[in-house]
């Protein structure tokens, strides 16, 4: 028997790491979880749901006690130092190059397994948290979009007149932006769409949009395995020459494009959002990793004076959007971390780290004391002075997170 934990996230994100269905199936394959009281609040699940599924419902999660801690925001260094010797982390890790909070999973032997690390595999793709998460994200852009905009999405022919469809440009064509181009075009607009793989022209059209053809040949956009990979700065500079016509003339420019661990691409100048009409809106789900867009920020609306005059273009920085349809998303985000485990759970249910799956090796971040490439080769660590080792006194109050059981859970 494993023991799985899920805390109470801090705020604002409203998301949880498991949910009542998935825990249900947790117990009843023997593992013990506890779940920390009010964890599910933000998802609307409540208490009694965990119980009744088999859960433990816990003041503040005893981290001294958990084989797993399943968890969406990265784990603080705090809470690191009070996990077990040989317990595992299981959730996002962003950022990747935390030195503190490496070095306290290192001091302490514990195993972090990053969703962001997961490779990309057919095997993997019912564990992808970033493929999971961009899908609720994509959906959520072209909402904050629609509300925004001053005028229908849809083509509307009425008595009055005709009125034509908003005109929506997607750059990106992952999860999250075939998610937008679906969720644009069942609302009604006209949608085109650009990514730096050439070969993703099909995808596009396969969702009813069309592909906007900036000149790139696969060599230059295409990386390992077919994943977009970062243009030099004249092949970007040709990129933004050739989409800056078509983002003139959209209502709505949503962009998608994220590298995991890394600062995301700037590709829409702050001159190319000025060239759009007055009253259209940017939406950038890449805002809270240095963003797509320049001058966007998290969380917040930025208004940009139109270069035509006559009013300005509003700039949306998402700063988690899946976080916003907490509900769905954590019963994606909880299915992914249930396949997970299942790895890392033997025939009598305890905990193991096999790193001779491919899976696991390329999630490890840290184990065993070390901190680890993709491949599952150490890599050199910068230790903190104060990194304390095992089983010494807390840190300050001052590295602590208020209201958070991971500040309190093991006193």
Do not use: C, W
């Not at 996990?83 to 030195?99: E, F, H, N, S, Y």
């Not at 994200?137 to 999405?153: C, D, S």
């Not at 800056?244 to 209502?251: G, V």
């Amino acid at each position: 028997m494993s023991i799985i934990a899920a805390p109470r996230e801090p705020a604002p994100e409203t998301r949880v790491a498991l949910v009542p269905e998935v825990t249900g199936a947790l117990v009843r394959a023997g593992h013990r979880v506890l779940v920390e009281s009010g964890a599910g609040t933000g998802a609307h699940h409540d208490d009694d749901a965990y119980a009744d599924a088999g859960a433990e419902i816990v003041a503040a999660v005893d981290l001294a006690a958990v084989d797993i801690l399943a968890h969406v925001t990265p784990v603080p260094a705090a809470a690191l130092r009070r996990l077990r010797p040989g317990a595992v982390t299981l959730g996002l890790d962003a950022p990747l190059d935390d030195a503190d909070r490496l070095a306290a999973a290192n001091a302490n032997r514990v195993t972090m397994l990053s969703f962001e690390r997961l490779p990309r595999t057919s095997r993997a793709q019912s564990m992808d948290v970033l493929s999971s998460q961009a899908l609720a994200a994509g959906y959520r852009a072209v909402l904050e979009a629609a509300v925004r905009l001053p005028r229908f999405f849809p083509l509307a022919m009425t008595a009055a007149g005709t009125v034509p469809p908003a005109n929506v440009v997607v750059l990106g064509v992952g999860v999250a932006g075939l998610q937008a181009i679906a969720t644009a075009k069942r609302l009604g607009a006209k949608v085109s769409a650009n990514d730096i793989r050439p070969d993703s022209a099909e995808e596009v059209r396969s969702v009813g949009a069309t592909f906007i053809d900036v000149g790139l040949d696969s060599a230059e956009g295409t990386g390992t395995g077919g994943y977009a990979r970062a243009l030099g700065a004249t092949a970007a500079e040709r990129q933004q020459d050739a989409l800056a016509p078509h983002i003139a003339a959209a209502d709505v420019l949503i962009t998608t494009a994220a590298v995991p661990g890394r600062r995301a691409p700037q590709l829409v100048t702050a001159d190319m959002v000025a060239a759009m009409r007055p009253g259209s809106v940017v939406v950038d789900l890449a805002a809270a990793s240095g963003g797509n867009v320049e001058g966007s920020m998290p969380g917040m609306d930025v208004a940009v004076p139109s270069s035509r005059g006559g009013g300005t273009i509003t700039v949306v920085g998402l700063a988690s959007a899946a976080s916003d349809l907490p509900t769905d998303a954590s019963r994606l985000f909880a299915k992914n971390v249930a396949n997970v485990v299942a790895l890392l759970t033997g025939d009598d249910g305890a905990l193991v780290v096999p790193l001779d799956d491919d899976i696991v090796t390329g999630m490890a971040l840290t184990h065993d004391g070390v901190t680890r490439d993709r491949e599952g080769r150490p890599v050199p660590a910068a230790t903190p002075d104060d990194v304390a080792p095992p089983g010494s006194a807390p840190p300050s109050p001052a590295e602590e997170l208020p209201t958070h059981s991971y500040a309190e859970g093991s006193r």
